[in-house]
């Protein structure tokens, strides 16, 4: 059981993470799933972290900022370990050792940034009626899908090159404390890999590649079927190619787990969430991303190394693994024993 100390401030504005629900009189408590794993203390003192329990891109206001600061004051002061969530592509990371940031687009090189799944609200084979779950059809070409914004269109390079600009030169001239990272032009470097896989030849390549985010759509009708089109892309083949976006994740490796197949992972100095509760990433190909130029070779390695059997059981771990981990419950469990693990190295660093 962690006991949580929330600061005072009013969050009625924000949405709440996973583990916290509103009471009656829109204070906040904590969610009836998460009750095994969290309690919320009055006394800071008395409690194992101090948690914002609202996603920090909702507080980038002069309200939200000082709760920001108070509470990296506190937790310095009492000596906790600080908890604060993120789900924007550019993380808030504070300059502070007591203060860890949950978010799906950790790099795996700061200790300060934990890893947590990308979360949807409804399980997509069940959204769009797949019906029973099959493996994909085992051939000796084995089939890989993409279904996305790609393109080596050098305007949408060079706008994605000015977000991560613009948002480097507000952190420096200090009017944001939000981390982008390495500049990264995702659209462009999707395309390029799907080339190494494309001319690779040993593969049924199925890539449906999009000039603009969801293919543009607008109406209700088309996004849609660009969803629909997405998860049947996914569902035809064995593979997908899972790189990141903006943000150093890719919630379309996670969707692939969630439709039982299997990622072909990009490592931009990612870690997959929880990966110290299971064995995911010793299940499917993961490709360091200076070796992304052999991509398709080191696919291909992995796919001849396995028969029909192993292929099919590694689908069926994809999905289950998905269940019992990036789904709410599991997202909210082991999350607590994420924070439980810290919480030990930190007391020993104390």
Known sequence: MIHVFIPDFNFQNCSLIEA???????????????????????????????????????????RGEKLLTSSVELA????????????????????????????????????????????????????????????????QK????????????????????????????????????????????????????LEVFEKDGRFQTDFVLRTKYKGGATSEEQKRQVEREFFENIYSNLFTVC?????????RFYQTLAMGRIPVLIDTDYS?????????????????????????????????????EELIHIQKQCRLIWEAYFQKEGLIKYLAKSMEAIQSSYRCLK
């Open 20 to 62: 916290f629900d509103w009471t009656a009189d829109l204070g906040i408590c904590i969610a009836p799933i998460a009750q095994r794993y969290f309690s919320i203390v009055e006394n800071p003192e008395e409690a194992d972290w101090v948690v914002i329990p609202a996603f920090t891109t909702q507080l980038l206001h002069p």
């Open 76 to 139: 310095k002061r009492i000596q906790k370990p600080l908890a604060l969530f993120s789900n924007s592509d550019f993380i808030l990371s504070p300059s502070n050792a007591n203060a860890f940031v949950f978010t799906p687009g950790a790099y795996k090189s700061n200790p300060f940034q934990i890893d947590i799944p990308a979360t949807f609200d409804q399980d997509p084979f069940e959204k769009w009626n797949f019906g029973h779950w099959e493996p994909a059809p085992h051939s």
């Open 142 to 193: 084995p089939s890989i899908g993409f279904c996305g914004q790609a393109t080596r269109n050098p305007l949408k390079a060079l706008k994605d090159a000015m977000t991560f600009s613009k948002a480097r030169l507000r952190k420096q001239l200090g009017y944001s404390h939000s981390d982008s990272g390495p500049i990264f032009l995702p659209a462009w470097e999707r395309a390029r890999l």
């Open 243 to 251: 790189m990141r976006g903006m943000g150093n994740y890719s919630v």
């Open 272 to 308: 997959v969430a929880f990966n110290a509760f299971h064995q995911l990433e010793s299940l499917i190909p993961v490709i360091p991303y200076a070796q992304k130029n052999h991509a398709a070779e080191m696919t291909f390695e992995y796919f001849a190394g396995k028969n029909a």
